[in-house]
């Protein structure tokens, strides 16, 4: 939520609404940067991380609290809980003395080296099975999916259950999908959203690529007109609850 923080060792404020914009007309930018508001993105991935809260200790360049290490250290705090909530697995170290500084940079890395070295030695897949993922952006890459949505205003594209055998999408305005290389190049594949009206989906029976990618598109409906969060756009979609398109595309081998 918008803040000011002022430094005293800078004298200096900083407004965050000189990042994204006055939180009150641009919600929906602050959410979609805010690692808190994303956190169930992070469900599939080893989450790791450590944090300082800047009280006097070794390797501070003072004696006293720094304000910044502090807030900062408030701020994970919030993300911690926020995983508790979803209940991901994830590590949270913390460390009251702790700040930027190099002493505190090895002792973390040293930390998290070795689950570094656990993950990649595990050989974790590339991808999921299945995944969920939500995002503000009009083109995106995760797990080496493509997402590229053609929409007049800022609004979060919402996808479940992302896997070969299909997807659902939920948003507005036209989102081109490009697959993960899951299929043998050269097969054939239908792509429907069978018995949901107002949604489309084109081609129908599309051939994977070379490297084994399906390209096809999916019509949610015309765009939006109002950015999402907005008091106006809260309103309309309070008010109508086909607000959202939500397609459900399945993929059958041909």
């Given at each position: 939520y918008p803040v000011w923080i002022r430094f005293s060792?800078?004298?200096a404020a900083i407004n965050p609404d000189n990042i994204w914009g006055p939180y009150g007309s641009q919600e929906v930018r602050w959410r979609g940067r805010n690692p808190v508001d994303l956190a169930?993105?992070?469900?599939?991935?080893?989450?790791?991380?450590?944090?300082?809260?800047?009280?006097?200790?070794?390797?501070?360049?003072?004696?006293?609290?720094?304000?910044?290490?502090?807030?900062?250290?408030?701020?994970?705090?919030?993300?911690?809980?926020?995983?508790?909530?979803?209940?991901?697995?994830h590590t949270y170290i913390q460390?009251?003395?702790?700040?930027?500084?190099?002493?505190?940079f090895m002792a973390s890395f040293k930390q998290a080296l070795p689950v570094m070295q656990q993950t990649f030695a595990a050989n974790v897949p590339v991808r999921p099975n299945s995944f969920d993922y939500r995002s503000i952006e009009p083109s995106f890459r995760i797990f080496d999916w493509q997402f590229s949505a053609t929409r007049s205003i800022i609004e979060f594209l919402y996808l479940s259950d992302v896997s070969g055998d299909g997807l659902t999408l939920k948003g507005s305005g036209t989102v081109a999908v490009t697959t993960a290389p899951i299929y043998t190049p050269g097969s054939s594949h239908w792509v429907l959203a069978p018995g949901q009206p107002g949604i489309d989906v084109w081609p129908n029976h599309p051939q994977a690529d070379s490297q084994g990618r399906l390209h096809f598109n999916v019509s949610l409906g015309?765009?939006?007109?109002?950015q999402q969060y907005t008091p106006a756009q809260?309103?309309?979609?309070?008010?109508s609850p086909n607000y959202w398109k939500e397609a459900n595309v399945q993929i059958w081998n041909n």
């Open positions: 060792n800078a004298q169930d993105n992070l469900r599939p991935l080893t989450v790791w991380f450590r944090t300082g809260h800047g009280l006097p200790g070794p390797g501070v360049d003072d004696q006293q609290a720094d304000p910044l290490e502090v807030f900062v250290g408030l701020l994970n705090n919030r993300l911690n809980n926020k995983l508790n909530d979803l209940d991901i697995p460390d009251a003395t702790a700040g930027h500084t190099g002493l505190h015309d765009s939006h007109t109002l809260s309103l309309v979609e309070a008010a």
